[in-house]
């Protein structure tokens, strides 16, 4: 019933009309390179596997680095082409609260699987043990490091990482031949109706961003003060979670100021509020959130979760009418 009387309230509120972006703009300066760069990182990445698998390789992990950056730069973008097949999901399984990748890929490496070897039939495998974070574990996780077989654990790393390349690929392939097309030639027999629903799509994505490095990136290993998760934490074994945050962070602070372009003031705010939100991340020193356990670490961590709110704040109460329309629901929501 809540959600019906919000919707509602979405549907007939007044929403003020302002001069908008540019769609194109946001497409060739924000969206396609961030796919673009998704897209050659982890062909790069495939590529070293190929090299050399073994998971303590620094070109191996460097390769996986700037990779994992990519996504994470471009993951906030959950409509279109991330959505077919489930490529988002494929790329970035997580949260995995009841760890499913760690059992999706012991019971690869216990049968020593066939399907590990075959990159054509390895999308069929449970989603857990595909991209970044299954990678994660094969890289970085000593229990799956040391399990099983040597040449297999080559093999996987190896299939992975191409399965990460080949879904990258389809992601960008889709956006240069159709989905920017899409964007721009909106109609009322086409996927958006206006300008003003592709925009929404957008502010859509930049609030669900947010709320998801709030609630999930931050929120995850901060649990509640009588029970800290800090092992909860995004990519810990790897040692970027903080990393993600303040990814996440620029990323959406690139989109908002395309959105915000019309409005100087808001665009300040903004500008503002991410800053320092950044700010207070660059002075944390904790690079996974170990701190959450600490009273005064806690404290810091509360204050970067509730500037991150602020953020979400401004976008869903300024930002959105300034564009004229409003975020509405994104598959974070609740029913």
């Not at 890929?105 to 390895?122: E, M, R, S, T, V």
């Not at 159709?178 to 996927?191: E, M």
């Not at 859509?204 to 961003?209: I, N, Q, V």
């Amino acid at each position: 019933m809540r959600r019906t009387l919000f919707a509602a309230a979405i549907m007939f509120a007044p929403l003020t009309a302002a001069a908008n972006p540019s769609i194109s703009d946001i497409i060739d300066d924000h969206i396609l390179p961030r796919f673009e760069t998704l897209a050659s990182a982890s062909e790069a990445l495939s590529d070293a596997a190929m090299q050399d698998c073994d998971p303590f390789s620094d070109n191996l992990r460097n390769a996986y680095g700037t990779a994992f950056d990519a996504w994470v730069s471009a993951s906030h973008l959950r409509f279109g082409p991330t959505e077919v097949d489930d490529r988002a999901f494929a790329l970035a399984f997580w949260p995995d609260s009841r760890g499913a990748t760690p059992r999706a890929l012991n019971a690869l490496i216990a049968a020593q699987d066939p399907i590990g070897f075959d990159l054509k039939d390895y999308n069929e495998v449970s989603i857990a043990a595909r991209g970044f974070y299954a990678l994660e574990f094969l890289l970085y996780d000593d229990d799956l490091i040391s399990a099983g077989n040597t040449a297999y654990h080559c093999a996987l790393i190896q299939t992975v990482t191409a399965d990460i390349a080949a879904t990258a690929s389809a992601i960008q392939d889709d956006w240069k031949t159709n989905q920017a097309d899409v964007l721009l030639s909106p109609g009322r027999d086409a996927a958006y109706r206006s300008d003003e629903e592709v925009l929404q799509e957008m502010l859509r994505a930049l609030s669900a961003g947010l709320q998801f490095t709030q609630d999930s990136r931050l929120g995850r290993p901060l649990g509640t003060f009588d029970r800290p998760r800090p092992k909860r934490a995004e990519a810990r074994r790897s040692g970027r979670s903080v990393h993600h945050v303040i990814l996440s962070l620029m990323s959406l602070q690139d989109l908002a100021s395309h959105l915000a372009v019309s409005d100087a003031a808001l665009s300040d705010t903004l500008d503002r509020q991410f800053q320092d939100a950044l700010s207070k991340l660059g002075n944390l020193n904790d690079p996974v959130f170990a701190g959450v356990a600490d009273p005064q670490s806690r404290l810091k961590i509360e204050v970067i979760s509730q500037a991150v709110g602020t953020i979400h704040s401004t976008v869903q109460t300024k930002l959105g009418p300034t564009l004229g329309v409003a975020a509405g629901f994104n598959s974070l929501d609740g029913d």
